[in-house]
């Protein structure tokens, strides 16, 4: 048997210097990412006293967990987090239907004025008539104090539809053919022969859309008064104005052991909010991992023609 030997290349002093100046950009860039997120955890689950005085900056300090503890028995927490998963799965699941529908529909020579229905819909990019129009219409349609509120008005996202009808159109016109001369009809098209192919571009419009309604609040702000709709953005946006005097009625509910406890896990202001801001992040967080692959290439053949 001959041995089998492999090539090694060689890099010179310059590559290797290079390599390591790069190594060390991209370290320093990732950690310049990634540490304000570990900054506001570190200082959760630290001592609030000394994360109050900006003492905990690159490890935590003295542990305790009572932050989540009491932030998880604040009032319609759990209620408001139900309403925001329940907007983030109807409206993202809506829009990715629509927008994968119309872009395909788009593409279709044989649409009726489809060059017009394109503009017509592209053009409401470039025109905002402002929030009293909007409050007015939404008004006049009965959506105050509506849970479809939240869904109906991001249900047809003019970026998105560009996405998706970009996308279709880098595809093989073949495949069309080949199923219309087979007698498939438009709908088993698209969902039979159109859905599958379009994975990349439908987890990219998904992402774009669960992160848009997950962190949404103006319309809860605007149109919203039954406390059984609040989101979870909202009470977060409510806590972060009211810190203080949300801090004052944890403590003042607490149990007298809770009241004999060190000074150091009284929640401060600043630990309302950093707990918060963990809570509402993470979700998104969690979800973006399983989308990455398909997001990557989505948005690359979806922002680019040709």
């Not at 790069?22 to 990732?30: N, Q, T």
């Not at 309403?83 to 009726?112: D, H, K, N, P």
């Not at 810190?243 to 607490?254: H, R």
């Amino acid at each position: 048997m001959k041995a089998k030997t492999k090539n090694k290349i060689k890099m010179s002093l310059t590559d290797k210097i290079i390599s390591v100046i790069i190594y060390i950009v991209y370290a320093a860039f990732a950690f310049v990412c990634a540490y304000p997120f570990y900054y506001i955890f570190i200082n959760t689950i630290s001592s609030n006293d000394l994360s109050k005085r900006g003492k905990v900056l690159f490890w935590p300090m003295e542990v305790h967990w009572t932050n989540y503890e009491q932030v998880f028995q604040l009032p319609d927490l759990f209620d408001a987090l139900q309403v925001s998963i329940a907007r983030t799965v109807i409206g993202t699941t809506l829009t990715v239907v629509i927008s994968a529908f119309l872009g395909y529909m788009f593409t279709r020579e044989t649409l009726w004025g489809r060059k017009f229905w394109y503009r017509f819909v592209a053009i409401t990019m470039y025109f905002n008539a402002g929030i009293i129009p909007w409050f007015i219409t939404m008004s006049n349609l009965g959506l105050r104090n509506n849970f479809w509120a939240y869904i109906l008005p991001m249900a047809v996202v003019p970026f998105n539809v560009i996405l998706c009808k970009t996308f279709v159109e880098s595809l093989p016109k073949e495949l069309q053919e080949a199923a219309v001369i087979d007698g498939a009809g438009t709908l088993k098209i698209f969902f039979k022969i159109i859905v599958p192919v379009i994975k990349p571009i439908v987890a990219t419009v998904a992402i774009f859309s669960a992160v848009n309604q997950w962190n949404a609040f103006q319309d809860t702000l605007l149109l919203v008064t039954d406390k059984k709709l609040y989101t979870l953005q909202y009470l977060l946006y409510n806590y972060i104005n009211q810190a203080s005097s949300l801090a004052g009625l944890v403590n003042s509910t607490s149990s007298s052991a809770s009241m004999a406890a060190s000074l150091a896990h009284a929640q401060t202001a600043t630990s309302i909010r950093m707990t918060v801001t963990i809570i509402v992040v993470t979700p998104i967080m969690l979800v973006y991992p399983f989308f990455q692959k398909y997001f990557t290439k989505g948005i690359m053949i979806g922002a680019v023609k040709g």
